[in-house]
């Protein structure tokens, strides 16, 4: 048994109503003593995390894609996944030892309790049994000073961008993979959010207009200008003026946003000229709904950890990775143009910044780093 002193006396989580994301607390309980852990556990200090749409997403989709099965809360309530970092404080594992930095994917919350499991150099991945049948891609946690690319000046930037990028890369390299179905222009609802930037950065950079898909953003009235300026789409339009859009335009549609009204008046507009309607996110979470009997290709979930195994067996873990890093920095770089990092702390901190995201009053040009320890 190993342990660093830890001043916390209570972990404290931030919950919210599975069927009311709105409704939302804090609740306590009294923080395990390391002589208490039994043997295998890892307790770690949630240090900081990233709160995007993305987050909003996971919850919006929690009971159909298993996101509220990751950090078990009190019956009816949730616990939202983030991505951020944490710090063992204490240890009845060896391969994890008091001090280490690690990051991962965490609830919001002070605490995490872990099972080390398949554990390397490079970290581990949670073994924790309400874990187990989960993707492991949301298991792995990754120890700093193991992590070639982690970089302490960028932790903001890695919780922030990186999770969404993977997300983004790989949506271009399945759309790229399937000739994009045919398509003359790819369409991206909620084009202000991260998740749609990293796509557009990505589609933008397969050649000259003419030479590959127009890139068209979907966004509300009020960041038309700020999509404008990311500088990666062909065309902004406001939600209001999609009668603009030719009706012959054949595009791929790509749903950030998972309006329903929205979904059903592009089907409706292109019908069987839409090449392939893709659905990825829910920040637009209070309009979601069935894709129901649609004119055109009948909406799609895009898994991202599906095209990750389909690349590994075509490319090796290896290429993937290095093609992965390389677009990465050249994200990571150009987001410094536009992306300023906003820090809060304290419950009552976290509480005003989750309902700002949750009702799409976030500021897209900010990136919101949020810590429950005052």
Not at 147 to 175: C, N, W
Not at 226 to 246: H, M, N, S
Not at 264 to 277: E, I, N, P, T, V
Not at 311 to 333: I, K, M, N, Y
Request: charged share 20%; glycine share 10%.
């Amino acid at each position: 048994m190993t342990n660093s002193a830890s001043a916390d006396a209570l972990a404290l989580d931030f919950i919210v109503r599975r069927d009311d994301l709105r409704s939302c607390k804090l609740v306590s309980a009294p923080l395990p003593a390391a002589s208490a852990l039994q043997p295998g556990q890892v307790l770690m200090r949630i240090d900081k995390f990233a709160l995007t749409s993305n987050n909003v997403t996971y919850a919006a989709f929690g009971e159909a894609m298993s996101y509220w099965n990751f950090f078990p809360a009190p019956e009816g309530w949730g616990r939202i996944p983030v991505w951020g970092f944490g710090d063992v404080i204490a240890s009845a594992h060896d391969a994890a030892r008091p001090g280490e930095r690690y990051y991962g994917y965490f609830p919001m919350s002070t605490h995490l309790l872990v099972q080390p499991d398949r554990c390397s150099e490079a970290g581990f991945s949670d073994g924790a049994p309400q874990r187990k049948g989960l993707h492991s891609v949301y298991n792995q946690y990754l120890r700093t000073a193991s992590d070639p690319g982690y970089d302490a000046r960028r932790e903001d930037e890695q919780m922030l961008l990186k999770p969404l990028f993977v997300t983004s890369f790989l949506i271009d390299d399945f759309l790229a993979d399937n000739a994009f179905f045919g398509a003359r222009a790819v369409l991206l609802s909620s084009a202000s959010s991260k998740t749609a930037y990293g796509t557009a950065f990505q589609l933008s950079r397969r050649g000259k207009l003419g030479e590959r898909c127009e890139v068209i953003g979907l966004t509300s009235a009020g960041n038309v200008p700020f999509v404008e300026r990311l500088g990666c789409y062909d065309r902004v339009l406001g939600y209001a003026q999609l009668d603009a859009l030719p009706g012959d335009l054949a595009p791929v549609y790509v749903d950030m946003a998972g309006n329903a009204g929205l979904r059903s008046a592009l089907h409706h507009r292109f019908g069987d000229s839409m090449k392939y309607s893709c659905a990825v996110g829910g920040t637009h979470w209070d309009a979601l709904g069935g894709a129901g009997r649609l004119p055109g290709p009948r909406p799609t979930l895009f898994f991202a950890p599906a095209q990750i195994k389909k690349r590994t067996q075509d490319w090796g873990s290896g290429e993937l990775q290095q093609r992965l890093a390389q677009a990465w920095l050249r994200f990571l770089a150009a987001s410094g143009a536009w992306m300023r990092i906003v820090r809060a702390r304290g419950p009552a901190a976290v509480e005003r910044v989750y309902r700002e995201v949750l009702e799409g009053s976030a500021k897209p040009d900010e990136g919101q780093v949020l810590t429950l320890f005052e």
